[in-house]
């Protein structure tokens, strides 16, 4: 119970520092400390942005400028500031979607939705660590039996290995929005086709589940950043359970249905480094239609609160970090 407090302890500081950031303004940034203070918490605002449907409250062009500190490299793991200015609009992008859903003939909603995704498609979000990753079989005979690689990540390796997870995240969810405008019947020249969209994202998901073996190493602080990523690989099986009913759609992995229960089981262990909790698919699916563009509201079996966000604090911090922010509730 101590480690579960602790781990609950340190993700109300990362929210803590989101509201010193927001409260000081950008000039807080100016030395390195203030510089890695932004770059270290940057992120723990797009999940609440994404959570809530609300811009990222980083999504202004006064925190654009905020530069990177000395001891760390703008190419390598930590991302570049074009990089950031990309993530921090993808919750909009996402509201832009959903609103495009429910009115899909309004040619200024679609027009906005067009441009940014096009914006956001044409950012090169691969960074030089990624190419020098090596491979090799997964030590634990239990995870092997559904993911027989695993990225080999050395000692010291952990910051890295979670910059990845985060990038395949990124691009799984730009990709489903993007099928979905696709759906919608809107288009533009230069976008991957559909299926280019759906194989990369299977890519993606493989590689999530190829960093479950650093992760167990990292219980529980680390654990615990691997949760939201995992879920989102989740979806991915779930959409290709959908059109692939019997085995496995690569030799890299058990099929989706065997997937989506091993995913699922191993979030809901991370997940106990914060709370005890079950994960249910009910709140899965509506999370993956959710970070797809879908409707805020749950209807149905999603109505269980547990259900949708899988950590009620999170939530609650997420809501009080943009009510910081000036935002309505």
């Known amino acids: 119970m101590m480690v579960v407090g602790a781990a609950q302890d340190w993700l109300s500081h990362s929210y803590g520092a989101i509201r010193l950031l927001l409260a000081a303004g950008p000039t807080v940034c100016r030395d390195d400390f203030g510089k890695s203070l932004f770059w270290s918490t940057y992120a723990q605002a797009l999940q609440p942005a994404m959570m809530t449907g609300r811009p990222s409250v980083f999504d202004d062009a006064k ?19 074009q990089r950031f200015r990309a993530l921090t609009r993808l ?14 003939s309004d040619c200024d909603i679609a027009g906005k939705a067009t441009a940014l995704m096009t914006e ?6 691969h960074t030089k660590d990624q190419h020098f990753i090596p491979i090799g079989p997964t030590a634990d005979p239990e995870d092997a039996a559904f993911v027989p690689i695993s990225l080999k990540y050395r000692e010291g390796q952990y910051r890295l290995a979670m910059h990845c ?15 979905n405008v696709y759906d919608i019947g809107v288009t533009s020249p230069g976008w991957p086709r ?8 299977l890519q993606c998901a493989l590689r999530i589940c190829m960093t479950i073996e650093i992760t167990r190493q990292t219980m529980p602080y680390g654990a615990a950043q691997i949760v939201f990523p995992l879920q989102v690989a989740w979806s ?16 890299s992995c058990a099929g989706p249905a065997a997937m989506m229960e091993y995913i699922r089981s191993r979030a ?3 997940m106990s480094a914060l709370k005890p909790v079950e994960l249910k698919e009910p709140g899965l699916i509506f999370l993956a239609e959710r970070l797809r563009g879908g409707l805020m509201r749950p209807v149905g079996t999603y109505a ?21 922010a000036g935002e309505d509730p």
């Open 63 to 81: 925190w654009h400028g905020v530069g990177m500190p000395s001891d760390r490299e703008v190419d390598g793991h930590t991302g570049s500031p």
């Open 91 to 104: 919750p909009r992008l996402m509201a832009l979607v959903r609103s495009l859903r429910q009115h899909p």
């Open 120 to 125: 956001l498609l044409d950012i090169d979000w």
């Open 165 to 179: 997870a985060y990038h395949w995240t990124i691009k799984i969810i730009l990709s489903g929005l993007c099928q």
């Open 194 to 201: 559909p299926s280019s969209l759906r194989h990369e994202e």
């Open 236 to 251: 991915v099986f779930w959409r290709l359970s959908k059109t692939h009913l019997h085995g496995s759609p690569t030799a």
């Open 268 to 270: 809901e262990h991370f």
């Open 304 to 324: 269980d609160a547990d259900n949708l966000t899988t950590n009620i604090a999170l939530h609650k911090l997420a809501i009080s970090v943009h009510q910081d």
